[in-house]
């Protein structure tokens, strides 16, 4: 059993940074491949990047590339999203997701699915 918990949103002008914490509890953690996903208004969650349970492995969705950088302590039992020239259209609920099955970054990794473990959300506004 995982249980995750997200922090670090908030309100950030266009162009700003913010840095989501994702902390979360039980050993299966530090073998377990994380991900970031993300859900506007009105549209569908989508993925924004993942990290392999090493942390060597990383992968991003196209829109944050160069951008946003996922990154984890497996001492603190933790992942972060370090999210940096925001923009209006990154505003969203943003979720981390747990892969205890595996902890390696596959194509998979990009799909919901993959996760068995979700957190409640952190939500972030860009204002322009």
């Not at 569908?44 to 160069?66: C, L, M, P, Q």
């Not at 302590?73 to 099955?101: F, G, W």
């Amino acid at each position: 059993q995982v249980q995750l918990v997200e922090s670090g949103g908030g309100l950030v002008q266009a162009g700003g940074s913010l840095r989501l914490s994702c902390a979360a509890s039980g050993r299966a953690f530090r073998s377990a491949s994380m991900g970031w996903f993300r859900q506007a208004t009105g549209k569908e969650r989508e993925f924004v990047a993942a990290i392999s349970w090493t942390g060597i492995n990383t992968v991003y969705t196209d829109s944050v590339k160069g951008r946003f950088t996922i990154s984890r302590d497996n001492a603190k039992n933790t992942v972060y999203l370090q999210m940096n020239s925001l923009e209006p259209e990154d505003a969203a609920v943003y979720y981390c997701a747990a892969d205890v099955n595996l902890g390696a970054i596959t194509r998979d990794s990009k799909f919901q699915y993959a996760y068995e473990y979700w957190g409640q959300g952190t939500q972030v506004t860009v204002s322009s």
